[in-house]
Structures are given as C-alpha cells and as structure tokens.
C-alpha cells in the first residue's frame, strides 16, 4: 500500500482514537484502514497502537512517529500548496480559535468580513474557554487572553484586559456599593466557573495583596449568563473588561472596586512557529490586529 496514504491514515486513527471514526473522516471502509495500520506497523517492525473493544491509544513508539508523521505530511502539503499558489493567494481552510464570549463578540465580525474578501477560504471557527493545542487540534490562529507560556509560537498583542467587579445600578441601589474587598461577603455574588478556578476572589489594590473567600448564590458555566444575570440585578459578578464593555458604556453595569484590581493581561493574536505561513493565515492575522487595535474597548485611550 501507499506509504503516504498509511501515514495519513494513521494520524487520523490518533486524532479520532477510533479506527471507526478515522474510516468516516477519511471516507474509507474500517477494513481498510485496519489493513494500512496493519502494514504500516509490519514495515515498521513495531505496534503503533494498543488496541481493546473502547479504547484506542498510542504507543510510545506511535507517539514518536506521529509527530514525525505530521512533519512529513505537512511538508508535503507545503510543497503541493506553493505549486498551486496557496502561499500567494488567500485560498483553503482556515481554523481559528478564541475564547467563547471573546469569539461572539469580536472574532465572529472579523471572519465575516475577512471571508467577504477572501472568498476562496473557508473559515472553520472554534470557541472555547479552555487552552487548545493547536498543533494536536490543528488550528492555524488563536487569540489568547494571559501571559504566553509556549515559546514556539508567532504572537502579536493588539490589546490587554483586566477582570472588573460589576453589578447593575438598581442592585446598587437597593443593596449599597461596597467599599473593600471584605464588603464582598455581605453582597450576593454571581460566579461564572469558566473563568474562576475557586471561590476565592485575588485583589491586589492599595499596595497589598488579598484572598477573599466568597460564597456565591449563583454558579454558571457561561460567562454571558453571569453577565446577564449581573445586568437583571441579581448580584455582583467579576468578568473580563472585554466582557462587561458594553454594558459599561451604556450604564447598565457599574464597575466598583477598581483600585483594588490586578494586574492587566495581554491579549495575542499567534500561529504556529516553524510552519510556512500561507497567504490565508497573512491576510486573516494581518486583518485581526489592524480591527482588534482599533477596538476601544480593548485599548482604552489613556
């Protein structure tokens, strides 16, 4: 059989860890891409994968070899993608990722207008608030909010955030504004688990650090039901400033507590470090700094 045609089974086998799900991604019979692996581990003289009815996983000698296998085919499709002009024309799939409320609010309007300009490309746009891999889930650009902790990666910073204390002005009103980070605990708090880790809020205002231990009346897993919640009256929620911009501008939440805040944190628009950027990757990185720089809500003015 094909070894290139083995090898790309095989990397679909590890991303899918199915032999089922690699045969419908790749169009083929299960029986067949049992018999590539099966040729590939005899030519290679080693087991690829351990095998039971659930599971699917690498071997230490498979983990090895799929990275060499991804560098192999992705210089593969460089070279066929040079021959076809990919690198000087915006053209193929592209894969984008950010955060959820961040991707809704300020990734989305990019790739519609991006796609407007460049109607060749499709757009594939992945929102999660987690970190992704992006060589693992082949992802071309992310947008990432914090400090960068992974050398091997191109990264451009178009602004920065801060997490805000907000609550609306009725829920003011009626229950008082609190002062310090201790009046917290007299307050209903509204906590989004996607972005906090525990009940124990950090403030770093005044010249001295602070823990303060929370008991929250609502807990969600999405940011936009705090901030919703936040703007219905119900409490007192902590988000991304990016988050609660809007609502900022139009008074419909108050930030309070603002010189006990932390630090602000980057944000980046990156791709990947040693891959040839094509002319897709160029056009959409290129038009996401010039819009996300622009953006006040991400770079007040001083």
Known sequence: MDKLENMRVFVEVARQQSF????????????????????????????LFNRTTRLVR???????????????????????AAVSGVYSQPKGKL??????????????????????????????????????????????????????????L????????????CGSPDYFAKYGVPTSPEQLAAHRIIFPINSETS????????GKKQAITLKPQLRCNQNAVALNAAVQGFGITRLMSYQVAEELAKGSLISVLSEYEEAV?????????????SAKIRAFIDLAVERLRANPFLNPSP
């Open 199 to 206: 009940n124990v809020w950090q403030f770093a205002g005044k």
């Open 154 to 165: 191109y990264a451009s910073q178009v602004g920065q955030v801060r997490r805000m204390i």
């Open 95 to 152: 894969t984008v990722t950010a955060p959820v409320l961040f991707g809704q609010k300020y990734v989305t309007p990019l790739i519609s207008e991006y796609l407007e300009q460049h109607q060749e490309v499709r757009v594939e746009a992945l929102f999660y608030d987690r970190l992704t891999s992006m060589l693992e889930e082949q992802i071309d650009v992310a947008v990432r909010i914090g400090h960068l902790k992974d050398s091997g």
């Open 265 to 277: 944190l980057p944000i980046h628009v990156i791709h990947l470090e040693g891959r040839k950027t």
């Open 58 to 80: 690498l071997t230490e000698p498979g983990a090895r070899f799929l990275q060499d296998s991804k560098q192999i085919l992705e210089a593969l499709e460089e070279a066929e």
């Open 20 to 47: 089922v799900n690699a045969a419908h991604q790749l169009s083929m019979t299960s029986p067949k891409v049992t018999r590539c692996i099966a040729d590939l581990e005899s030519r290679l003289g080693v087991k």
